[in-house]
């Protein structure tokens, strides 16, 4: 789509002092900027011309302290919201394994814990001793979980924040779905006017950086990535930074 955008306030970021005049955008990409007097050829070609009045129109914004791996975590694996009891939740993770049996776990997002009425205190250990089960609150600070995923994952629902769900990972991160919703939250980032990131990972990022390489390669990224990467398995790695 060429759009062209008419403002008294265009923030240039080469002056402290907004300009008058227009933007001229090609597809995602800004491919004019300068007075309004200049813009005809522009205006002739564009699909669509907003006239923005006072408003103010701004290069995209950085974020610098995002993690993908927590905005995961608000949409992984089954859906636990509305989910009020334990029974009901041991079918809800019973009709998601049938429905992707080639997983060896069973993830989750949504729980409710206040008001989660447990009949059976060791119920989901009873229904899966076998298989690692990790459903989060909404908030992902707490979760519900087994005793195999303790030991396969090493934490605890009280202590499940970031650093310490390292383990859990490589798992989330690989899923064949992961690639689509790295687009959906590039996409939440771009409508809230960002364009450029600091993402935090952890390590080495558990072979997630293939996927955005090739999301780059296909043209599918629509943010700048900066990476910082936080020890937090292993020890600092010099030659992955």
Avoid at 141 to 165: H, L, Q, S, V
Wanted: charged residues 25%; hydrophobic residues 35%; proline residues 4%.
């Amino acid at each position: 789509m060429n759009l062209v955008l008419f403002s008294e306030s265009i923030y240039t970021a080469e002056s402290a002092m907004p300009i008058e005049g227009f933007v001229a955008i090609q597809g995602n990409r800004i491919a004019a900027v300068g007075d309004r007097a200049n813009a005809a050829c522009w205006v002739r070609d564009a699909e669509r011309v907003i006239e923005l009045g006072n408003r103010t129109v701004t290069p995209g914004f950085v974020d610098c302290h995002t993690f993908f791996t927590g905005y995961l975590l608000l949409s992984l694996g089954v859906d636990f919201s509305g989910i009020t009891s334990d029974e009901d939740g041991i079918d809800a993770i019973h009709n998601y394994h049938r429905q992707h049996p080639e997983q060896s776990y069973v993830f989750g997002h949504g729980w409710e814990a206040e008001g989660f009425k447990t009949g059976e205190d060791n119920l989901l250990d009873r229904e899966f001793p076998e298989m690692p089960v990790v459903i989060f609150t909404s908030g992902r600070d707490n979760c519900w979980m087994n005793a195999k995923a303790r030991g396969t994952f090493g934490f605890t629902p009280e202590k499940c924040y970031a650093e310490m769900i390292w383990r859990m990972m490589p798992y989330f991160l690989n899923e064949p779905e992961t690639e689509q919703k790295y687009v959906s939250y590039m996409k939440m980032l771009n409508e809230r006017g960002i364009t450029s990131i600091k993402e935090t990972t952890f390590d080495d990022y558990y072979g997630f950086l293939d996927t955005m390489e090739k999301l780059e390669t296909n043209g599918r990224m629509t943010v700048r990535v900066a990476f910082m990467s936080q020890p937090v398995g292993r020890g600092i790695n010099i030659e992955h930074g």
